[in-house]
Nanobody, 127 residues
Framework: QVQLVESGGGSVQAGGSLRLSCVAS????????MGWFRQTPGKEREGVAT????????NYADSVKGRFTISHDGAKNTVYLQMDSLKPEDTAIYYCAAGSGRRTWFSPLVPDAYDYWGQGTQVTVSS
């Protein structure tokens, strides 16, 4: 089992920045893929940014490219999501996810590629 705990959410004005953190614990040695997703009421969970932790390769949703940056600190078992130039449409609950990375038939931006989820952290961007 892997436990994921997110932090760093909050309220910010449009154009501002936030950094989300996700600390992984438990049997983390089998996790090679970590990602950030977001969800708003009535909508499906959307992949935002992902990282293969061993090789460092990343993927981003088109809506956040150039504004968000995902990174991984192996020594701290932590994944970060730096969010800059925030827009009101970025308002959502943000979830951290972890998986083995072996489900290669799924895009890493799809929830089915992941096995473990955090409880989420709210991000609110006001105009």
């Amino acid at each position: 089992q892997v436990q994921l705990v997110e932090s760093g959410g909050g309220s910010v004005q449009a154009g501002g920045s936030l950094r989300l953190s996700c600390v992984a614990s438990g049997y983390i040695y089998g996790t090679n893929l970590m990602g950030w997703f977001r969800q708003t009421p009535g909508k499906e969970r959307e992949g935002v940014a992902t990282i293969y932790t061993r090789r460092g390769s990343t993927n981003y949703a088109d809506s956040v490219k150039g504004r968000f940056t995902i990174s991984h600190d192996g020594a701290k078992n932590t994944v970060y999501l730096q969010m800059d130039s925030l827009k009101p449409e970025d308002t959502a609950i943000y979830y951290c996810a972890a998986g083995s990375g072996r489900r290669t038939w799924f895009s890493p931006l799809v929830p089915d590629a992941y096995d473990y989820w955090g409880q989420g952290t709210q991000v609110t961007v006001s105009s």
